[in-house]
């Protein structure tokens, strides 16, 4: 089974050197490892030089979700990872979602993500660990990705779990791992407070969206766990 | 029942084509409210007094003997879901002229928890206009505030 790992990248070249160790570290080794440098003008490439392996694509500024569909179109591996820059894998992260999409035959894996606080960050909370679907805790395949499409380009934020939604509305599956699969970088603004951040970042149309593929979903179809509770 | 505030930054909101869809950012959790229950939401989160929406909403449904009570099951179940919160004066905010629908349909939420996971982990890598993390490329004029 060829794996590929997909790394967007824009001037963050101190943790890139830190995301490519950790993927390096990895039990199973991906058989691609591709780099998606999204107009940095930092070290970024000298970092990547230094680790032969390791493909890179140069492309001008074009945003997470067209670095990451760069990347998608450049590999042809039977499953697919993200990781995003500033993210670290633990080392069995994936030989644990490979082993279980396997075993459970299923479209994606994801597992547990543990936040950490980056070093240059102020001191503050940071969740519980928790089992989420985000870029850097899937692994999908390359079917899976054909059938759902690319991140949608065109959202100003959000596109992840946008398309976590649109894999879910294709009736495609789950299987889930209990192991961290992720560590999250915490950065000290990661999540702004203001008002206007779900509209600013998308995400409110990502809940519009769903809401709109919920409705024109055939009655009885399998989605899973539509949540939908009776108010009382 | 006065008016009403929205208890936290983190509750999002926008009303088009007469559906509001609300995100919770606290727990993932997002809603639809359609048709009446989208006014009333906009009434209410507008600072509009609980009188004034009923009155407005019973002007134009002058037929409709449940008005008054679906309204009040309708926002103490907002209040209920954490989306509002009672004040006892209202502060004198917008007063929106409220756009009922054609046709009465007793208020009513959705609400959906499967995109939980993601909503409520901060998917959006913001950190500057200088470099990742950030995700989409920084916006030529500034949001509005």
């Known amino acids: 089974m060829k794996v590929a790992v997909i790394i967007p990248t824009w001037n963050a070249g101190r943790m890139l050197q830190e995301a490519l160790e950790s993927v390096a570290a990895q039990t199973v080794r991906p058989t691609q490892v591709v780099v998606v440098d999204d107009g940095s003008t930092d070290d970024s490439v000298d970092v990547v030089s230094a680790h032969p392996a390791v493909a890179l694509i140069r492309q001008s500024r074009c945003g997470t979700a067209a670095a990451r569909n760069t990347g998608i179109a450049r590999t042809d591996a039977d499953v697919v990872a993200f990781l995003d820059v500033d993210d670290l894998w633990p080392p069995r992260s994936l030989s644990v979602r490979i082993a279980a999409l396997r075993e459970a035959g299923a479209d994606g894996c994801y597992g547990v993500v543990e936040e950490f606080l980056d070093p240059a960050a102020l001191s503050r909370p940071v969740r519980p660990r928790s089992a989420a679907r985000v870029p850097g805790s899937i692994l999908v395949t390359r079917e899976a990705l054909a059938r759902v499409g690319g991140f949608d380009e065109s959202l100003p934020g959000g596109e992840g779990v946008d398309w976590v939604a649109r894999f879910d509305a294709t009736g495609l599956r789950w299987t889930k791992v209990d192991d961290v699969v992720l560590r999250r970088r915490i950065h000290e603004s990661n999540k702004s407070r203001d008002p206007q951040y779900a509209k600013r970042t998308g995400l409110l149309e990502v809940a519009r969206r769903s809401i709109a593929a919920k409705r024109l979903a055939p009655s009885g179809r399998a989605h899973p766990a539509p949540a939908r509770e009776s108010s009382d | ?145």
Do not use: K
């Not at chain 2, 007094?49 to 009040?72: G, M």
């Not at chain 2, 054609?102 to 913001?126: E, G, I, K």
């Open chain 2, 1 to 145: 029942m006065g008016s009403f505030v929205v208890p936290s930054l983190e509750i999002v909101s926008e009303v088009i084509d007469g559906e509001a869809v609300i995100l919770d950012l606290r727990s993932g959790r997002y809603y639809t409210a359609e048709g009446v229950a989208a006014q009333v939401w906009q009434g209410a989160t507008a600072g509009m007094q609980r009188r004034q929406i009923v009155e407005s909403c019973r002007a134009h449904f002058p037929d409709q003997p449940s008005v008054d009570s679906d309204i009040d099951a309708f926002l103490e179940l907002l209040v209920t879901a954490g989306l509002l919160l009672p004040e006892q004066e209202s502060a004198g905010r917008d007063n929106p002229v409220l756009d009922w629908p054609a046709r009465y349909s007793p208020p009513a939420l959705q609400w959906f928890d499967d995109l939980a996971d993601m909503m409520a982990m901060d998917p959006v890598h913001d950190a500057g206009p200088a470099g990742w993390p950030w995700s989409a490329p920084p916006p030529s004029n500034p949001p509005a505030s």
